[in-house]
């Protein structure tokens, strides 16, 4: 399981995680990766990547712009639906109906696209630009915009 941080534009999250103390801390048995965009995190459980998560509120509410977890090699989802997955509310399987796309432009986001049913992140290439990062975020049926 891996917890991903996703930066805002003009903040060096590694560097600002690993100045506080407390941060520092609550990151002590994990070895973050440092990725262009933000951090990964890798945990050994979906509890223990949400109880992360809750450690590094304060950092989150402030330097973060997406906290994302991956229970898979390239499947993540929204802090709603791994909240779900965890108390058992849901069991997401694919296809699954509720995703996006975030598009990630250097060193930060810059855009979510909303994927219809059925279609697959291919079908969305002409609204990306070269050297782009996408990552297809699976996501409650809470967080998806009414259509």
């Keep these: 399981m891996n917890v991903l941080l996703i930066q805002p534009e003009g903040v060096d999250l590694y560097a600002t995680l690993l100045k506080s103390d407390t941060s520092r801390g609550a990151l002590r048995f994990y070895q973050p990766d440092r990725l262009e965009y933000g951090i990964r995190i890798r945990t050994a459980s ?10 590094l509120r304060w950092y989150i509410q402030r330097y973060v712009e997406e906290v994302l977890f991956e229970p898979g090699e390239g499947i993540f989802c929204s802090s709603g639906l791994a909240r779900q997955i965890y108390e058992r509310d849901v069991m997401p399987a694919s296809p699954w109906r509720y995703r996006c796309l975030y598009r990630i432009s250097g060193d930060h986001m810059v855009d979510t696209i909303w994927m219809d049913e059925g279609t697959t ?27």
């Design 46 to 55: 979906l509890g223990s990547a949400l109880a992360l998560a809750s450690e």
């Design 121 to 147: 992140p291919e079908a969305y290439a002409d609204r990306i630009e070269p050297g782009d990062t996408m990552l297809e975020v699976w996501c409650t049926r809470e967080e998806y915009p009414a259509g």
